[in-house]
């Protein structure tokens, strides 16, 4: 029997009792799981589960892959950030946060982050990031196939987030679409994650 990809998978449901802003920032390090797949029909997109077993994000991409748009949400399908490809620059993308207003959620005007892809394949640098006063990149770390990172600051090159190929708790390595990702404390998880979405178009897995 192939092993699960989180072995709590059963035991997740939309009616988590937990609040997405628990996840949001953390005063320590925390460990997830990113499966390359949405929960529909196990189509395009990622779902993205805490040491728990419980869902945290998700993108659904569907029965498409490459989308010029697409959304991260919650575990409950909160709007978290809309990231966009721009049309008329080659490899950059854009992401949108939400805000809570008058018990909606409203798309924010200003780019949250920009990414613009690196265009040298063979270059330890993926992708350089813009958020705010941060500057970041992701790194391509050689493992396989599997994607495996890193989010780098470039100020004092702290590594913020790092993503590897899971093996399970009995050293059985898992497929190449399912990660162990470590997040360094203090992290905008949400940022994170947005940017991982970023960096699965620009592989080609969503």
Not at 93 to 122: A, D, I, M
Not at 130 to 143: F, Q, V, Y
Not at 162 to 187: F, I, P, W
Request: some cysteine; aromatic content about 6%; proline content about 1%.
């Amino acid at each position: 029997m192939a092993p699960k990809v989180y072995p709590n998978q059963e035991s997740t449901t939309s009616s988590q009792s937990q609040s997405h802003n628990q996840y949001c920032l953390s005063s320590k390090r925390e460990t997830y799981t990113l499966w390359m797949k949405s929960l529909v029909l196990h189509s395009n997109g990622c779902t993205v589960y805490d040491s728990n077993g419980h869902i945290v994000y998700r993108v659904d991409n569907y029965d498409r892959k490459g989308k010029r748009e697409v959304n991260l949400m919650d575990q409950q399908g909160n709007l978290l950030c809309t990231i966009k490809k721009r049309l008329l620059a080659l490899g950059c993308w854009e992401g949108h946060k939400y805000c809570s207003k008058s018990n909606s959620r409203s798309q924010e005007q200003q780019p949250w982050f920009e990414v613009k892809k690196c265009l040298t394949l063979t270059g330890k640098i993926a992708c350089e990031i813009k958020a705010g006063s941060k500057n970041l990149c992701i790194e391509r770390i050689s493992i396989g196939k599997s994607i495996a990172f890193r989010i780098v600051n470039k100020l004092d090159g702290q590594i913020i987030a790092e993503g590897k190929q899971k093996q399970s708790s009995s050293g059985v390595v898992l497929s190449n679409d399912v990660l162990t990702l470590d997040l360094a404390a203090g992290t905008d998880h949400s940022l994170i994650m947005a940017l991982i979405t970023v960096y699965g178009l620009i592989c080609g897995k969503m």
